[in-house]
């Protein structure tokens, strides 16, 4: 899988703490990597990160991004060769109410990351920065977005990821040009898999409300959102990362879309159906549609086929694999309460073996 390039390797992933960072965490250790973790603290109660018990098994560090001196210090003492840049305040809602904190934790944070991997450059070989696909300029359109549409973003939080993604892209071309560090950035939707708990998400939401036996009250059943396993872009950096292990690798100062199939367009409604039918005697969910006569926006689709040509990445479940994925763990973890690690572990090797099946060019080491 990706070629062994991890095997053995010091990697360094800002926003451990979280989501999507555990599930990377977890991942590099079963690949044979040596991870270090910067974040600024644990995110929710319960946290993936406390169930997995990642604290002792990784070099942890507590610190804040913006904290320049700090993070320069942990990576002059760790020497990744990889940095997987994540740490962010990655929530829509929060940008409203705290919107200077959100474009300085995005901005200034990715910017920190970008002035280590330069001043480190004869230590770190490998960047991937982690933005969004809400860094690009909404115009509803209703095909997907490109690499080079127009960056933009009307709440804060978006754009925050569309000043990240310039940031970056300076950076790329003013000093990593020739030999290493390779650096590129990356944009995927949101994702949906076991170990949320973050607010204003819909399935952390719904396993709350239902663990403590309540329905959940649902204002947009109708909503379609693009559904994909928090695994599916997690194969992408992993892949575009291993891909810039190489020297002047054709990959590096590029940006890449993670996106689900187009033809995954599920609502909500028929979300929590599936959820309700992989977990036992669910207390259900209240249609609280109100039709206020406003058309939603166009659903902000990725086009993905540059990854799916230049990196030959493919999302590898459909929607039911997803739900089963995502439900089983939460089910476990509130019902079985087999060991989380174990579980998580078991998920990724299911999935990287599906991968195999399918023929995702990552998964076979060619
Ligand atoms: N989850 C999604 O659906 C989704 C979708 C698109 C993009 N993203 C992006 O992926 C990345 C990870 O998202 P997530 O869902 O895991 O979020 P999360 O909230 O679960 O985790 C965020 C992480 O960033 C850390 N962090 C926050 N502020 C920090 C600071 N000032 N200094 C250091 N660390 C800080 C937190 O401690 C945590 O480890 C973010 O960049 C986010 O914008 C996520």
């Known amino acids: ?198 607010k204003d998400r819909i399935v952390p939401d719904i396993v709350r409300s239902w663990s403590e036996n309540n329905p959940v009250e649902i204002r947009s059943p109708y909503s379609t959102r693009p559904w994909q396993h928090v695994l599916e872009p997690l194969g992408g950096y992993l892949c575009v990362g291993a891909k810039l292990y190489e020297e002047n690798s054709e990959h590096r100062n590029q940006a890449y879309n993670f996106g689900p199939d187009a033809k995954v367009n599920k609502n909500v409604g028929e979300l929590i159906d599936e959820m309700e039918q992989r977990w036992d005697n669910s207390p259900g969910w209240i249609n609280k549609y109100i039709d206020d006569g406003k058309k939603e926006a166009n659903l902000l689709k990725l086009c993905c086929d540059k990854a799916n040509i230049n990196l030959e990445w493919h999302p590898v479940m459909g929607f039911e694999e997803t739900m089963d994925f995502t439900m089983s763990w939460y089910t476990n973890f509130y019902f079985d309460k087999k060991s989380v690690f174990e579980f998580t572990n078991n998920q990724i090797n299911l999935y990287t073996s599906k991968a195999k099946e399918r023929g995702i060019k990552w998964s076979l080491n060619e």
């Not at 109410?97 to 995005?106: A, I, L, M």
């Not at 920190?112 to 001043?119: G, H």
């Open 1 to 198: 899988m990706f070629n062994d390039i991890y095997k053995n390797k010091r990697v360094l992933v800002t926003g451990h703490t979280g989501f999507k960072g555990t599930w990377l965490t977890t991942w590099l250790l079963n690949l044979g990597a040596e991870v270090a973790g910067y974040s600024i603290s644990v995110p929710t109660t319960p946290s993936h990160f406390d169930v997995l018990q990642l604290e002792d098994k990784i070099q942890h560090h507590f610190g804040d991004i913006r904290d320049y001196k700090h993070l320069l210090k942990v990576c002059q003492d760790f020497k990744p060769e990889f940095i997987f840049h994540l740490a962010a305040q990655p929530l829509v809602r929060d940008s409203y109410e705290n919107p200077r904190e959100t474009f300085d934790v995005n901005m200034i944070g990715t910017l920190n990351v970008l002035e280590v991997i330069r001043q480190l450059k004869e230590v770190v070989k490998v960047g991937v920065i982690i933005t969004s696909d809400k860094c690009y300029d909404n115009v509803e359109w209703v095909y997907g977005y490109r690499e080079d549409d127009r960056l933009g973003g009307e709440d804060p939080y978006s754009g925050s990821k569309g000043a990240a993604e310039i940031i970056t892209k300076s950076y790329m071309h003013s000093f990593f040009k020739q030999g290493f560090p390779n650096v590129c950035s990356t944009r995927a939707g949101n994702v949906i898999g076991g170990g949320d708990w973050a």
